[in-house]
């Protein structure tokens, strides 16, 4: 399975990005996807996440204002997935990786706070939003 993201950049406070992630395999359901983000110094931690059924979850900090949504092609093994991202603020600014579980039946309500329930990463993506 092969995850690569792709977006990302510089906003300002209450600007809007979109940041997509390419997933290999992606037909192998059921499957969780989503995207995780992570400060130096702070673990990993759940942003949002979709299954096969297009079931989402959230963070309680990006609730409203980010959505993610998928892209699967009928007869495709590769898929995207995007998080937009709207009101940013300070906060959101990190380093976003885009993860991927496949042939897996565990709920995303849990998984969002278990970034070692996956075990396909892409390489990140940098998010800054200037206050």
């Known amino acids: 399975v092969q995850v690569v993201e792709s977006g990302g950049g510089s906003v300002h406070a209450g600007g809007s990005l979109l940041i997509s992630c390419m997933i290999s395999e992606y037909t192998y359901r059921p499957y969780r996807l989503g995207w995780f983000r992570q400060v130096p110094g702070n673990q990993r931690e759940g942003v949002a996440l979709i299954d096969d059924e297009g079931r989402t979850t959230y963070a309680d900090s990006v609730k409203g204002r980010f959505t993610i949504s998928q892209d699967v092609a009928q007869g495709n093994a590769n898929g995207t997935i995007y998080l937009r991202m709207n009101s940013l603020k300070s906060e959101d600014t990190g380093i976003y990786y885009c993860?991927?579980?496949?042939?897996?039946?565990?709920?995303?309500?849990?998984?969002?706070?278990?970034?070692?329930?996956?075990?396909?990463w892409g390489q990140g993506t940098q998010v800054t939003v200037d206050s």
């Open positions: 993860a991927a579980t496949k042939e897996d039946n565990r709920p995303v309500w849990w998984l969002i706070l278990r970034p070692d329930g996956f075990p396909y």
